[in-house]
C-alpha cells in the first residue's frame, strides 16, 4: 500500500539545485535508510516528504499522517542532550504516525539508548525514513537505502551492509569498464600511428620499381591515391578516438606507513599503567580503584553509559594524575571537536604541515585517504564546512610527532564517508589509540581491547568488540563446595572399605577425613 508519493521533485538553493529526483515512494511497513555525505540534502528531503518545505518545482503527496523528528533539538532545558533526543523519539512514537522521519534520532544516546531506540522503532507498524551516520542502526532496521548524490537518489535493496556491497559490485564493474577503455584506446591510437606511418611511406617510390617502370605505369597518380585512403582511414580512427566514450579511473586510496616517535622502545611495551586510580567528581564515585596496563600499538575502545565517566578518565589519564604511570617513550596528541588548532586564513596543507616533520608527499597521502584531492589541499579553511574542518583538525593531528592518539567522540559531525576515510587511516596506524565513541561499528572495525565502566567498577577485555559481545564469562563455581563434595565421596569410598576390610591404616584415614571435614564446615 502507498503512503506516499513524491514526483519531479526540485528545490533550488540559491543558485544549486539540492534536490532533483523524478520519483520516490514510500511504503506501508517500509524501512528506509537516507544517506548521503554532508550537505547532500538528506535534512531538506525529509522536509519536502513532510511538507515542512515546499519544492521549487514538484509534488508531494502523503495519503496518511507523517511525524517528522528533527535533527535539530531545543537545548533550553536542564536536561542532558541523551534526556532531550529520548523525550523527542518518546513523543513522536507515542503518536503511532504511519510514516516516521528520523533525522538522526541516535544523537547524544549512549550505546544503551541506541539499542533500545533500535527495539522501539523495530515494533512500530508504521513506515519509517531514517537519516543516520550509524551504520550499525541502519543495518539494524533498514531494507532499503536511499542514497542522495548531487540532488538524484538512488535506491539500494537491503541494509547498509547490503548497500556497501553492491556499491563494492559498482566499483569493480566501473575498474572493468576503465581497462576496457584503456585498452580500447590503445588499439586505436596504435593503428592510427601504424596508418599514418604507411600513408608517409606511400609519397615514396618503391626501390623495386625502376625509373622506367614508374614512368610507363604512372607510379605518382598510383601512391598519391594509395596516400590519400590511408589518410582517410586515418582519420576514420582518429573519429573514433573521439567519439570512444571516456570512463574515468576509479580512485585509490594510497597506503600509509608512517614512522611513529620511540617505535623500538615503544611498540608491545607496557607504556600506561593504572594502579588504583579513584573515579570521584565532586564526591560522586564513578568507578572505584581502577587497575590495568596498556602496550605499546594497543587499540583500546572505552564505553559505557552517559555519564559512567568515560571522559574523565582520559582526562585522568592526559593529566597523570596520581595512580597514573605513563612511560617516557608515549607521545600523547588528544583530539576532540575543539578546531581552534586551525587557522582559517591558511590552506588545508599550510594547516596540516605547520606542526609536522613528515614530507609533503605522506601530509598529501594522509590528506588524500580522508578524501582531500589535488587542488582541494589548497582550499583556505575558512571555506569549508564543519565535518570537513574536523577531517583537517584530525590530519594536522595525526601527521604530528606522536605515537598515541587519544579520541573523544571523534566521528561526530561527520558523515558515513567520513566515518569510513578516518576508520581506513586508524586501522593502518601502527601507534596506540584511546578512544570514547559510541559507534559500534566504528570500534568494531578498531578496538583489539574494550574497557567498560559499567556499575562504578572498570573492567579491561582483551579483544575485539565482536569478541566482547559474544563472550560468555566461565560459571562461578564455589571452590569450597567443590571440595567438601570431593571429600565427603572420599568419606564415603573409606566407609565402605572398612565395612569389608576394617584395618587401622583405613581407620587413621577415616580419621583424618573426618577431621578436615569438620574443619571446613
Known amino acids: 500500500m502507498i503512503l506516499l508519493e513524491a514526483n519531479h521533485l526540485k528545490l533550488y538553493v540559491k543558485d544549486r539545485l539540492l534536490i532533483d529526483t523524478e520519483h520516490l515512494c514510500i511504503q506501508s511497513r517500509d524501512r528506509i535508510g537516507l544517506v548521503g555525505s554532508n550537505g547532500s540534502g538528506k535534512t531538506t528531503l525529509l522536509e519536502l516528504l513532510a511538507s515542512k518545505k515546499q519544492p521549487s518545482t514538484g509534488t508531494v503527496v502523503s495519503y496518511v499522517d507523517c511525524e517528522l523528528l528533527p535533527q535539530l533539538k531545543h537545548t533550553n532545558t536542564t536536561k542532558s542532550g541523551g534526556e532531550v533526543t529520548q523525550d523527542y523519539i518518546n513523543r ?31 515494533r512500530l507498524q508504521g513506515a519509517i525514513v531514517i537519516v543516520s551516520h550509524d551504520r550499525a542502526f541502519l543495518d ?23 548497500y556497501v556491497a553492491q556499491k563494492d559490485a559498482e566499483r569493480r564493474q566501473h575498474e572493468n569498464a576503465y581497462e576496457q577503455y ?25 626501390k623495386k620499381v625502376s625509373p622506367s617502370e614508374a614512368r610507363i605505369t604512372g607510379a605518382k597518380p598510383y601512391f598519391a591515391n594509395k596516400q590519400k585512403k590511408l589518410r582517410k582511414a586515418a582519420k576514420a580512427i582518429e573519429t573514433r578516438l573521439e567519439k570512444l566514450e571516456e570512463v574515468e579511473k576509479v580512485k585509490e586510496l594510497p597506503a600509509v606507513k608512517m614512522k611513529l616517535p620511540n617505535e623500538e622502545t ?17 564526591k560522586r564515585i564513578l568507578w572505584n580503584d581502577a587497575n590495568f596496563e596498556i602496550r605499546g600499538g594497543d587499540k583500546l575502545a572505552i564505553i559505557g553509559q552517559n555519564g559512567s565517566g568515560k ?56 590528506l588524500a585517504r580522508l578524501h582531500f584531492f589535488r587542488e582541494d589541499v589548497y582550499k583556505k579553511v575558512g571555506v569549508l564546512s564543519g565535518g ?35 576508520e581506513g587511516l586508524l586501522k593502518d ?32 577485555f582483551d579483544g575485539t568488540y565482536d569478541e566482547y559481545i559474544h563472550y560468555v564469562p566461565p560459571i562461578n563455581r564455589d571452590v569450597n563446595e567443590d ?35 569438620r574443619a571446613m564446615d
Open 92 to 122: 513522536a512514537i507515542s503518536k503511532k504516525p504511519e510514516i516516521l522521519l528520523a533525522d538522526e534520532p541516535t544523537t547524544n544516546l549512549d550505546t544503551l539508548h541506541i539499542e533500545k531506540l533500535e527495539k522501539q522503532l523495530l
Open 429 to 460: 596506524y601502527e601507534g596506540t589509540i584511546l578512544l570514547v565513541s559510541h559507534d559500534r561499528r566504528f570500534i568494531q572495525s578498531i578496538a583489539t581491547k574494550i574497557l567498560e565502566i559499567k556499575k562504578q567498577v572498570i573492567y579491561l
Open 182 to 206: 584503456e585498452k580500447k584506446k590503445k588499439q586505436l591510437e596504435d593503428a592510427l600511428i601504424l596508418k599514418e606511418q604507411k600513408a608517409e611511406r606511400a609519397t615514396k617510390t618503391p
Open 140 to 162: 539494524s532496521l533498514c531494507t532499503t537505502i536511499w542514497e542522495i548524490n548531487d540532488g538524484k537518489v538512488t535506491e539500494y535493496k537491503g541494509n547498509y551492509s547490503a
Open 266 to 282: 615503544f611498540k608491545g611495551r607496557i607504556v600506561l599503567r593504572v594502579k588504583e586510580l579513584p573515579g570521584i567528581i565532586d
Open 311 to 366: 571522559t574523565t578518565l582520559l582526562k585522568k589519564i592526559m593529566n597523570e594524575e596520581h595512580g597514573v604511570n605513563i612511560s617516557p617513550s608515549m607521545k600523547i596528541g588528544y583530539f576532540s571537536q575543539n578546531l581552534d588548532v586551525l587557522n582559517i586564513n591558511q590552506s588545508i596543507l599550510d594547516n596540516v604541515r605547520s606542526t609536522s616533520n613528515q614530507e609533503e608527499g605522506f601530509i598529501r597521502t594522509v
Open 483 to 517: 571440595e567438601r563434595l570431593l571429600l565427603e565421596n572420599k568419606i564415603t569410598a573409606v566407609l565402605g572399605q572398612l565395612s569389608i576390610e576394617p584395618s587401622k591404616e583405613l581407620e587413621m584415614e577415616f580419621q583424618k577425613l573426618l577431621a578436615k571435614k
Open 388 to 422: 570537513e574542518r574536523v577531517k583537517v583538525a584530525f590530519a594536522k593531528l595525526f601527521v604530528s610527532e606522536i605515537n598515541t592518539l587519544v579520541l573523544d567522540e571523534p566521528t561526530n559531525f561527520l558523515d558515513i564517508e567520513a566515518v569510513e576515510a578516518l
